[in-house]
Structures are given as C-alpha cells and as structure tokens.
C-alpha cells in the first residue's frame, strides 16, 4: 500500500510542477492516439455505414473480418506494421520505423475495426422501416444517412469510445513500431513498462494514474455529449 | 383520366419469384379518399409503398400528375417530395416533438422561420401543441401517431398515404384519432390512400374502397357499391356478409327468382335471372330475423322463413351474433335484449326470416370470368 500511496503523491508532484518529460509523453500519447482514433472514424464510419445498410455480395464474409479485427492483438498489428516499415521492408522506403507515425499507422489499424464494427451494430439496430419512412419524408441520400448518424449518436459516440480506448491503452504496437525512444516515440503505456522494468515503481504507478486520470476525463466529456443528446 | 394524380398500371411485385402484388390497373383521383381493405398479407403496404414510391416494382408502370415515374433517385427524390406517409408504427426521430414534425420541411430546405410558424400550427391541430418540446420518444401511443400525422399534414402533400395507422392502438384512442382524421381530410379536401384490414374504417373515411386479396384488387368502387353489390363471393365474405350461400336458380317469374340450394332449401330472390344460373347469395346479418316457432304463423312480408336450430351464440357488446343451423349456417345479428327476450341458446327451436330483396346475389359465371381471365 506505501507504494502505491508513493504512487499517487509521485503523480500528483510530477502534475503540479509540469515534469517537462512528462508532459513530453503525455502531450505524443494524446496526439498520436488522438490522429489514429480521427483516421479510424473518418474510413470507418463510411464503411460501417455501407455494410450495415448496404446489400452486396461478400458482405456476410467482410463483416466477419471486420468483427475478427476488433479484436486483433496489439503486438500482432506491431510485428506486421514492423515488417512492412523495416528498411528491407515493402515500404521500407519511406523510413517511418520508430517515428510517430508509424505508431499512428498501427493505431489506426486496432482503432479501424473496433470502429467500424460498432457502426455496423449501431446502423443495424435502426428499424429498416424507420429508413422508408425518412424517404418518405423527402430524405434525400445524404439527407438520410445523415439523419441516421444523428439517431445512432449514443452507440456512435460509444464507438468513438472504444476505438481511443483501444489505442490510448496499448503497448504492444507503439513498442514494436516506435522504439520507446525518449523525447520522440516514448509514450505513457510504453514509459510505464520501462520504468516498471528499472524498479522504479513509484513513476510507473505515477504514470499509470495519470493515463487513467487522461482517459477518464475523455469519456467523461463524451459520455456527457452522449447522455445529454440521448436521454433528453 | 386527366383527373388521376397517381396511376398504376400493369403492376407486379415479385419477391423470390412468388409474385405477392398482381393490380392491372389502380387510379387515384383527385381530392378523393381511396381506401384500400383487406386481410393482413394480402400485400396491401406492398402496393401502398408502391404508389408512395418507396419501392420499384418489379414490372408495371407508375403514372404521377400525368407523368411516368422513373425509377432512379435522382428523378424520385422531387416526386417524394410532393408525397407524404403515415406508417403503422409511428417511427420517431430521437428528438423533441417540434423536431419530429419539422423534419420533412428540414429536408425540403425550408426557412426555420416557415418551419417553426407550420410546425407549431399543425401540433395544434393535431391537438399535441402543448408537447412540442418534450422528446417524442417518451410520448403514448396515440400521442405518437398524431406527431407522425402532423408530420406528414405539414408538408401539405399533393398525395398522402397512410399505411393502417391505427392498428397499434387501442380503441377508444383509435376512435378519438379517426375522428381527427377525418375532419382533417375533409376539411384540407386532400388527396389520399388509405390502407387498412378494418372495415369500419375504410367505411368511415372512404368515398372510394379497392378490395384486395392474395395481392390483387378485386374490386373497386363507392363504398355502397363494394359493400352491397360484392362482385364475387370473397369480396362478399370479407366485406362482412357472412351467411354465403351457393345455389341455382330453378324459376324465375316477374322478377322474383325461386334459388335451390345444394341442401335443398328453396329461396326466393328478387332478381332476373333465368333457371339454371349458379349463384351466390349473400345474406347481411343485420337483415335476418330470428322468431321463435310458435310465431312462425303470424303474418309477415318476408318470404324465406327457414327453421333451424340456434347453434351458437357470441355476444358482441350490445349485439349478439347468432349462429342458426339451418341445414346450413345462416348468421343473425339481434340486440342483446331480443335475444334474451327470445331465450336464445344453443338447441333452440327458431325460424329465421329474410326478405327476398334484403339478398344481394352474385352470378357464379362472374366470378369464374373475373378470375381465369389471367
């Protein structure tokens, strides 16, 4: 218990006197997860969208992918983007291995599925009949699939959610792809580990209280816009 | 036929290649209330969501304001947009009531200002204004259904369509809302199709009624043609004529038929049909008297008087359905205090009477002619 009362005073020291590394950490954690969670909502919508409304052939076997990929394992995601990034790599050219971005590219595949495959649920949860009635209201397309994004904000948002919930917390990927490296790629999960690893449990608890002090305050604010949009 | 607003013709819907929507030809006229009835299934909301051009069907034509529809969303969209639907289910936006009933307007890029003044005018005449911003969801039954009937009023449409938008409610509000309706309609002199499987409600805001079975309509006329000259012996049955009996005419003399029926009771008809036509003949419940034996003797106009047995008898609030055995079931409606006066139960001794012109008869060869023409 002393260790992890040190913890919390660690935390709350490191906060009040703005530790210009941890802001460092905390300041590429929230943009790094932030731009993956963004990207994953801009393609992911749509396609979640396309799939549960839409009527194709293969659609049974594309949600089935998408539905494995929500819960694709972060190191799973590190080894392969590594592969693809390393010099000798298929897009080794482009020199991204260990830099942000490269934690972004794996971000954004976690976020991309668990996205979409909320979409998906939150579009086929909308009684079809409530679409005609849309268009029998004079819905234009873009009209209509606005309208429905405005009914599914609570599930939408709860997609939003999840997806940053998914990259904000994950270690595995950012590891394999950014390389820990302090002052470029070394994000909270990823500090954690390595103070952990010194025995310097007083910073790593620090740490960990901070990331869920971060996370916190995220859903928060988005469950108030859920619960004040839905419950009415 | 320049007085259509919107005509159907050659229609068919298929779904699986069974085809469940078969109407040759369907016209709804200017300013008038065309009522479709039917059993549930008989693809009524098919056809509805056809003419209200939400669904392409599979072959046939839609004519709207003289024009064939072209089934292609760019061309569908503005003729949606002269056209509103009432649904079964009220299918709320999650939003305020207000919200609700602006949404159509909303689409059509009307100024907030316009929207807000006819918004707020149509709750008030769908008697909901005091509701306009409590969120729609949390409302009644009844109440939700006038937000999706002034939802649709607000647009003031060119066509309305309404697909059985009371079925979900209970009586006393279905009444309330019916009445509403129906000053609305008439007041407003809007054109509109109506689908339902109540009859009292097809009969109440009706001019026009299409009966419709198994997807075709098979028959469309005023109210008082369809229910009392039935073209065939299933518009007959479902428009509530229940004692259906099949037969041949042997004679016919100045106007009065005599009708042999295959349990070989004679009844006499007023018609002029030669000897030997098979017929159907229809006899209303309300038209039958039930007497009891011993007043068979006393003197009265009508000329069947069958004796029978009671069989059943179901009580219907202040009227009893009653069931007479008469070698064939003849069904009487009586007021529940003539059926107690008459000691009406089952194994009673009765006679049931009806005069030869209270029947309404249908040629057989009408029927068999209606039906392999296809």
């Known amino acids: 218990m002393e260790l992890i009362w040190q913890g919390f005073l660690q935390a709350f020291r490191l906060i009040v006197q703005g530790d210009p590394e941890l802001m460092g950490i905390m300041g590429l954690s929230l943009k790094v997860s932030g731009i993956a969670t963004v990207s994953s909502l801009l393609l992911g919508i749509p396609l979640g969208t396309v799939i549960g409304l839409g009527r194709f052939p293969g659609r049974g076997l594309v949600l089935s992918l998408v539905n494995t990929g929500m819960g694709l394992p972060p190191v799973v995601v590190g080894l392969f983007v590594s592969i693809f990034l390393w010099r000798s790599g298929p897009l080794g050219v482009l020199q991204l291995l260990y830099t942000p971005t490269a934690i972004i590219i794996a971000q954004f595949i976690i976020a991309f599925p668990v996205v979409t495959g909320l979409t998906v649920a939150a579009m086929q949860q909308v009684d079809p009949r409530f679409r005609l009635q849309l268009l029998g209201l004079g819905a234009s397309r873009v009209q209509l699939l606005w309208q429905l994004l405005r009914e599914t904000r609570l599930p939408m948002l709860a997609a939003v959610m999840a997806g940053f919930g998914a990259v904000i917390s994950e270690i595995g990927a950012s590891l394999m792809v950014g390389g820990n490296i302090l002052g470029y790629t070394r994000v909270m999960t990823t500090a954690t580990v390595l103070e952990t690893a010194k025995g310097n449990f007083d910073v790593a608890i620090a740490l960990s209280v901070i990331l869920l002090g971060i996370t916190f305050l995220i859903n928060w604010g988005l469950t108030a816009i859920q619960q004040r949009g839905g419950a009415g | ?33 065309l009522t479709i009835v039917g059993p549930n299934g008989a693809g009524k909301s098919t056809l509805l969501r056809v003419l209200a051009l939400l669904q392409a069907p599979t072959r046939g034509e839609v004519t709207f304001q003289g024009k064939p529809v072209v089934h292609h969303p760019r061309h569908l969209l503005p003729l949606r947009r002269k056209m509103a ?121 009706a001019r026009r009624v299409g009966v419709m079975m198994e997807g075709r309509i098979l028959q469309v006329g005023s109210v008082d043609d369809v229910f ?108 529940r205090q003539s059926a107690l006066d008459l000691k009406l139960e089952p194994g009673r001794e009765v006679v049931a009477t009806f005069k030869a012109s209270s029947l309404h008869v249908i040629r057989r060869g009408d029927i068999d002619g209606g039906d392999v023409s296809k």
């Open chain 2, 228 to 335: 009392n000259r039935p073209v065939s012996e299933a518009v007959a049955s479902f428009v509530g004529m229940e004692t259906i009996l099949p037969g041949r005419v042997v004679a016919e003399h100045g106007g009065l038929a005599q009708v042999e029926l295959p349990q070989g009771q004679m009844i006499e008809i007023v018609c002029e049909l030669p000897p030997g036509v098979h017929v159907v003949l229809c006899v209303p419940p309300d038209e039958v008297i039930i007497a009891s034996r011993d007043m068979l003797s006393q003197q009265t106009s009508a000329r069947n008087q069958l004796p029978g047995l009671v069989a059943k008898v179901t009580p219907l609030g202040s009227l009893h359905r009653i069931t007479v055995d008469c070698g064939f079931p003849i069904i009487a409606t009586v007021t």
């Open chain 2, 85 to 205: 639907t009432v649904f079964q289910a009220p299918l709320l936006s999650d939003t305020s009531v207000h919200g609700n009933v602006a949404l159509g307007l909303r689409f059509r890029g009307v100024p907030p200002r316009e929207i807000d003044r006819r918004v707020r005018h149509w709750l008030d005449r769908m008697g909901i204004g005091h509701l306009a911003d409590r969120p729609a969801r949390t409302l009644s039954g009844g109440e939700a259904q006038r937000i999706s009937l002034a939802r649709a009023f607000v647009l003031e449409p060119e066509i309305l369509f309404l697909d059985e938008p009371f079925a979900a409610l209970d009586s006393p509000t279905r009444e309330r809302l019916l009445a509403d309706l129906e000053a609305v309609l008439h007041e407003s002199g809007i054109t509109a199709v109506f689908v339902t499987h109540e009859l009292v409600e097809a009969l109440r805001l």
């Open chain 2, 1 to 33: 036929m320049s007085d259509d607003v919107l005509a159907v013709s050659g229609l068919i819907v298929t779904y699986q290649n069974r085809t469940v929507l078969e109407v040759e030809h369907l016209a709804v006229r200017s300013q008038e209330i």
